[in-house]
């Protein structure tokens, strides 16, 4: 079956930095465009970033333009968010997501979500 792994998460003050990883297995993952997401406690869940199948095409929200960075390693079936300048509001829980037919990749409607990754920044 597909799965999702999502690692990196943690602890960091305000500016700090941390880079996510997503591992995928179950699918043919270089035919997926894949997506990140956060969801903060009460609040709804919220696009951050997506990228091509090919890595080609890369789309962020714009609270986070010019301090994300999503990229991808097909040959290692992975999906990689960089975050910097990191802020508190920005806590939540980040998931990955990945879809072979999606095309508004800010949509919810991707196809498999893994199970998140706690992000934490203090103030």
């Known amino acids: 079956q597909v799965q999702l792994v999502e690692s990196g998460g943690g602890l960091v003050q305000a500016g700090g930095s941390l880079r996510l990883s997503c591992a995928a297995s179950?699918?043919?993952?270089?035919?997926?465009?894949m997506g990140w997401f956060r969801q903060a406690p009460g609040k709804e869940r919220e696009f951050v970033a997506a990228?091509?199948?090919?890595?080609?095409?890369?789309y962020y929200a714009d609270s986070v333009k010019g301090r994300f960075t999503i990229s991808r390693d097909n040959a290692k079936n992975t999906v990689y968010l960089r975050m910097n300048s990191l802020k508190p509001e920005e806590t939540a829980a980040y998931y990955c997501?990945?879809?072979?037919?999606?095309?508004?990749?800010?949509?919810?409607?991707?196809?498999?979500w893994g199970q998140g990754t706690q992000v934490t920044v203090s103030s």
């Open positions: 997501a990945a879809s072979g037919t999606l095309l508004n990749f800010a949509s919810p409607d991707y196809d498999y």
């Open positions: 179950g699918l043919t993952f270089s035919r997926n465009a």
């Open positions: 990228i091509s199948w090919s890595g080609g095409m890369t």
